[in-house]
């Protein structure tokens, strides 16, 4: 078993900033490729970022490429999502992932991915 526990999220203004955290417990989550998703009312859950077990392996979506960085501590089992220049279309609710089948590399698939966090909520206003 797997224990992704997120935080961080929040209401924030355009333009804005904030950063999440994803604690990770139980069985091999620093041997793990990880991922951010998010979901949005009304509308599927879609990939964010993802990170290969040592992070020397990152991944983005167009939609948040060159405001976004993931990032992971090893020592403190624990991923991060900064994400800058916040927008309106940012809102969702934001969610961590282990994946169940790659390490070395990351998947932007949510099928790849066998545990899930509760997730956190993110609120961009005008």
């Known amino acids: 078993q797997v224990q992704l526990v997120e935080s961080g999220g929040g209401l924030v203004h355009v333009g804005g900033s904030l950063r999440l955290s994803c604690a990770a417990s139980?069985?091999?989550?620093?041997?793990?490729?990880l991922g951010w998703f998010r979901q949005a009312p009304g509308k599927e859950r879609e990939f964010v970022a993802c990170i290969n077990w040592n992070g020397a392996t990152t991944s983005y979506a167009e939609s948040v490429q060159g405001r976004s960085t993931i990032s992971r501590d090893n020592a403190k089992n624990t991923v991060y999502l900064q994400m800058n220049s916040l927008k309106p279309e940012d809102t969702a609710s934001y969610y961590c992932?282990?994946?169940?089948?790659?390490?070395?590399?990351?998947?932007?698939?949510?099928?790849?991915?066998?545990?899930w966090g509760q997730g956190t909520q993110v609120t961009v206003s005008q």
């Open positions: 139980g069985r091999t989550p620093n041997e793990s490729s």
């Open positions: 992932a282990k994946s169940s089948a790659y390490a070395n590399m990351c998947s932007r698939a949510t099928e790849d991915y066998d545990y």
